[in-house]
């Protein structure tokens, strides 16, 4: 008589294969962080430095030379503008070692059509400060813009000083960031009042203050404004003209004058705040309409290297 077989019939190997897999499969879905306590676990034991513990270790963000919040008055009805000015500094955002947050700046909302529009590019863009005043140009909109900040922004750094300067800038000057941030890294953080002094012929005189295309502040003198009496009783009047007044009747503020890398569209006549484009330019004014702006981009050649992946050409 023949003995039996000691080994399983060749039917019953490969449904004892399939079990082991399912049971495997099951397993791991079930509990797959079995798998990675052990992989890490094994590695922490097995290595001096293992490679998986680097995905625990967050990266390191430079502290950047400076901060700046470069707000740009502007009107809730300037839609157009906005628009152009987002993508004119969108192009210079790779400034190197330097914050520089550019915001929209008006007054609270008034017509029904602005409360959804504005209240739209406030969703997609985030980049509008809106002040508890009535729209106007000398009558203490910009009191309002710098008085508001330091409650606006505390905390919004942890402990520190949220940003190191503050810029109040007109909707028609166009600022070169590289240039901007490059003037202003060895800059002292207290103190400050930067921009093209007017009138610039005297720019000794105990009078003159910084033309309103674009100036900026330390954050100390921004919070000076805000608790100060003396800027709060002089806010009506030409606004540039009037924070020079609060720095000089304060005794605040050392005067950075950019002139002649700040200046005026050039126009007939020539003075000394208008002139021809320069290589070393800051900031150039006066762009009221879309032909200075195309002529001041091209010049400087904000465009190069852009190509459009395609052209479409209406026959």
């Not at 502290?63 to 192009?91: Q, T």
């Amino acid at each position: 008589m023949k003995k039996p077989s000691s080994h399983s019939s060749p039917s019953t190997v490969p449904f004892i294969l399939l079990s082991a897999a399912l049971v495997a499969l099951i397993f791991f879905v079930v509990y797959p962080n079995e798998f990675r306590l052990q992989s890490v676990v094994t590695s922490r034991c097995g290595s001096r430095r293992p490679s998986s513990v680097a995905t625990f270790i967050e990266p390191v963000t430079p502290k950047p030379d400076f901060r700046l919040l470069m707000g740009i008055l502007s009107l809730p009805d300037s839609y157009e503008r906005r628009h152009l000015m987002r993508n004119v500094y969108a192009l210079q955002s790779n400034v190197s070692n330097a914050q520089i947050d550019v915001r929209f700046v008006f007054c609270n909302l008034t017509k029904e059509e602005q409360r959804v529009l504005v209240a739209m590019e406030i969703v997609i863009y985030d980049d509008i400060i809106i002040l508890d005043c009535g729209e106007n140009m000398d009558h203490g909109k910009t009191y309002a813009y710098f008085s508001s900040l330091p409650k606006m922004l505390e905390g919004s750094n942890g402990g520190d000083r949220p940003y190191d300067y503050v810029m109040k800038v007109d909707d028609d000057t166009y600022f070169r960031l590289h240039n901007l941030a490059e003037s202003l890294r060895k800059m002292p953080r207290e103190d400050v009042y930067y921009g093209l002094i007017n009138p610039c012929r005297i720019p000794q005189s105990k009078t003159n203050y910084m033309t309103g295309m674009g100036y900026l502040l330390s954050w100390d003198l921004v919070e000076w404004i805000a608790t100060s009496e003396l800027p709060r009783k002089h806010q009506v009047g030409p606004e540039d003209f009037q924070t020079g007044l609060w720095m000089r009747e304060g005794g605040r503020g050392k005067k950075f004058n950019m002139e002649p890398a700040m200046y005026d569209y050039m126009e007939e006549p020539r003075t000394c705040h208008r002139h021809e484009f320069i290589p070393d330019t800051i900031a150039v004014h006066k762009l009221k309409s879309h032909l200075r702006w195309a002529r001041v981009l091209n010049y400087f050649n904000v465009t190069a290297g852009l190509k459009p992946s395609k052209l479409y050409h209406i026959p």
